[in-house]
């Protein structure tokens, strides 16, 4: 009668159990749900980019976190063995743990969309939005990366075993530390490099980098090295401290606008005039000129040719070389029709002395 009455109640416990676990995931679904039509009747009254963002990312996280959340809660109104109840608790704690730190990347993941969303990195002066999105991005990869580890730890120091391993480690520090330090002097140097391009801003995002021979963009920077899309689609991979550590050039440092330079090498004869004239006539009509610069100077004269300099402006670097390419066709082209006959050439002169003169006439005469 006993074990009846034993197996009876832990029956009529178990069922208990199972209403409460029950109940409190359909609360918190109930809960999730509600909150998910206020945002969507929010966001159909005022279309904000924001609030379809929350949704987007943070409804799959929510779906699991709350229902887990009211379950953990509902521990405490069963009745439960000691030794399941510490396990379920430790698993509902872990996985509420890591769904928190799902939803604070997602968080983060929602405030980079509503920048990129409120201000536009197409348009051609974008110099502040770039100084903005090259912080943002270093700050949301190291973020990420604390909240990752941070949870890792707080998960593995949930263990009594992990415990006793993290304690250990603690106390044999001495030459192992050392060890560790040397190996990871690299590692924190480029975290420390990183930080310091986020906020002193040598380079940033979609910058013009002329870097080791090569003309490109800059597409990423990471915690640990830099990504440059060169103009032919290959990208150049940099190590983050190799812009602290050596020269580069940058077109865009302080503002996207450029001047570009054509070299034309002619013959002494030609006259400058009219070559202001016809570049000033191209550059008036060229849809890349900004009318801020429109120069023609004869900058160096060599022994066969003079240098002249066509020096023009546009607002990106990129126009600029386009207009450089342009003109440079337009302008030889105009020379070529126009003055032919002063490109450069070589000259050979031949003069005659009294003496060669005389002689020739000495040696026709003995003849």
Request: hydrophobic share 50%.
């Amino acid at each position: 009668m006993d074990l009846e009455n034993l197996l009876g109640h832990r029956i009529s416990a178990f069922g208990e159990n199972l209403i409460i676990a029950a109940g409190a995931i359909i609360l918190g679904m109930l809960l999730n749900y509600i909150v998910r039509k206020i945002f969507m009747v929010v966001s159909k009254m005022w279309l904000t980019f924001l609030i379809n963002s929350i949704l987007k990312n943070l409804q799959g996280p929510m779906n699991v976190f709350l229902p887990l959340l009211f379950l953990s809660v509902s521990f405490n109104f069963m009745t439960l063995n000691a030794k399941y109840y510490v396990w379920l608790e430790k698993i509902l704690s872990i996985a509420l743990t890591v769904l928190v730190a799902l939803i604070l990347i997602r968080i983060i993941k929602i405030l980079e969309e509503y920048f990129y969303h409120k201000y536009d990195l197409k348009k051609a002066d974008n110099l502040r939005e770039r100084k903005i999105t090259t912080q943002l991005q270093f700050i949301r990869k190291f973020t990420v990366a604390l909240i990752v580890l941070v949870t890792a730890a707080v998960v593995l120091l949930s263990f009594e075993s992990m415990q006793k391993i993290g304690a250990g480690l603690l106390t044999g520090v001495g030459i192992g530390g050392i060890i560790i330090g040397f190996a990871a002097q690299k590692s924190l140097g480029n975290l420390l490099a990183g930080f310091q391009i986020a906020f002193t801003q040598p380079i940033r995002i979609d910058d013009v980098l002329v870097v080791e021979g090569e003309w490109g963009r800059v597409e990423e920077i990471t915690l640990t090295y830099v990504v440059i899309n060169i103009w032919d689609q290959r990208r150049l991979i940099l190590p983050i401290t190799y812009f602290i550590e050596k020269p580069f050039q940058n077109w865009t440092r302080v503002s996207s606008q450029l001047l570009g330079t054509v070299f034309l090498y002619l013959d002494y004869t030609i006259p400058i005039p009219p070559l202001r004239e016809e570049l000033t006539r191209l550059l008036v009509t060229h849809r890349l000129w900004d009318k801020r610069v429109n120069v023609v100077q004869v900058t160096d004269n060599k022994p066969d040719s003079i240098e002249v300099r066509l020096l023009m402006s546009a607002n990106t670097s990129g126009e600029a070389f386009d207009l450089r390419c342009d003109v440079r066709e337009m302008m030889i082209a105009f020379i070529l029709k126009n003055y032919p006959e002063c490109l450069p050439r070589t000259r050979l002169e031949y003069r005659s002395t009294l003496e060669d003169n005389l002689s020739r006439s000495g040696n026709g005469l003995e003849k």
